[in-house]
């Protein structure tokens, strides 16, 4: 792994991003975003999580975070992803309602296949890609692109429109999915 996509120093804040195996569009879907913000809410309350930003988009979520507890910023991503591995894969497998369930369960079947870490399948790409947020402008700027990629994707015409996502954290807006430690 490149030296430039680590987490160095565990008292910063990082970008990240979590990505479903092949880009999947797996979170048109209600609740499978849904089990992300519960998973979410449980790190902050009990795994030292500090959430500042997020955006869940359709194939993948990008966060803005920090630690506040003993776990590592590793350890929390590990938990996170692994939990919602399961968590999203068992209405998936069980659902009759599900009407892309064998495309999903074929997909994560094989990219788990291509994975020794994975006994049968694997939901998110491995790689996280964690920028450390080390100066003001670069804070900023992730901010900033999390909170307009939902615009840019076409999704709403203005980022306060969209639900999954903490910009209505930071614009005041009554309605929040969850809360975030404010940044800026």
């Given amino acids: ?70 776990p590592t910023i590793e350890a929390i991503n590990r938990d996170f992803k692994k939990y919602t591995s399961i968590e999203i894969l068992k209405p998936i ?29 694997q939901l998110w790409q491995q790689h996280n890609h964690p920028i450390e947020l080390n100066t003001s402008e670069r804070i900023s700027r992730c901010l900033n692109y999390i909170h307009q990629n939902p615009v840019v994707a076409g999704l709403v015409y203005s980022a306060e429109d969209y639900v999954y996502s903490s910009v209505s954290n930071y614009a005041g807006l009554p309605e929040k999915m969850i809360d975030v430690l404010l940044i800026e």
């Avoid at 599900?98 to 296949?113: C, M, Q, Y």
């Fill in 1 to 70: 792994m490149s030296r430039k996509y680590k987490i160095r120093d565990q008292e910063r804040l990082y970008f990240v991003t979590f990505t479903i195996v092949e880009w999947i569009d797996l979170f048109t879907r209600k609740h499978y975003r849904d089990i992300l913000i519960g998973s979410l809410k449980y790190c902050q309350n009990n795994k030292g999580l500090d959430l500042c930003a997020f955006c869940i988009m359709s194939s993948h979520i990008h966060l803005i975070i920090g630690r506040n507890s003993e």
């Fill in 93 to 121: 497998q069980t659902s009759q309602d599900e009407s892309r369930k064998e495309f999903l369960l074929d997909h994560f079947r094989k990219a788990g296949a291509k994975n020794p870490n994975n006994a049968n399948f």
